[in-house]
């Protein structure tokens, strides 16, 4: 079983940063791909960003291309979402996913298509 935890949320100002963690335990996962997503409140769970096991393909909502970078460092069995860029409609709860390995090294970007939740983490961005 994989458990993961979500780190580094909090409150910001428009325009600032953070770097968000998803530290995995129970098992390793750098051959798990990894999404990020984020539920505002009143709102569905949406797709962020994603990259495979091997951190070769990445793959970004068009709201947050170009501002948001994911990223794993496997040795570490962690996944991370540097934010930047942000902006007051990024405010939600981010969640990290991991889903099981079948062996293809690709992205997903479905809630569905992942097995293992985090409990996520704030992020709030004021004017």
């Known amino acids: 079983q994989v458990q993961l935890v979500e780190s580094g949320g909090g409150e910001v100002q428009a325009g600032g940063s953070l770097r968000l963690s998803c530290a995995a335990s129970g098992r390793t996962i750098s051959n798990y791909p990894v999404g990020w997503f984020r539920q505002a409140p009143g709102k569905e769970r949406d797709f962020v960003a994603a990259v495979s096991w091997s951190g070769g393909s990445t793959y970004y909502s068009d709201s947050v291309k170009g501002r948001f970078t994911i990223s794993r460092d496997n040795a570490k069995n962690a996944v991370y979402l540097q934010v930047n860029g942000l902006k007051p409609e990024d405010t939600a709860v981010y969640y990290c996913?991991?889903?099981?390995?079948?062996?293809?090294?690709?992205?997903?970007?479905?809630?569905?298509?992942?097995?293992?939740w985090g409990q996520g983490t704030q992020v709030t961005v004021s004017s």
């Open positions: 996913a991991a889903r099981r390995a079948y062996g293809v090294d690709q992205y997903y970007t479905r809630r569905s298509e992942y097995d293992y």
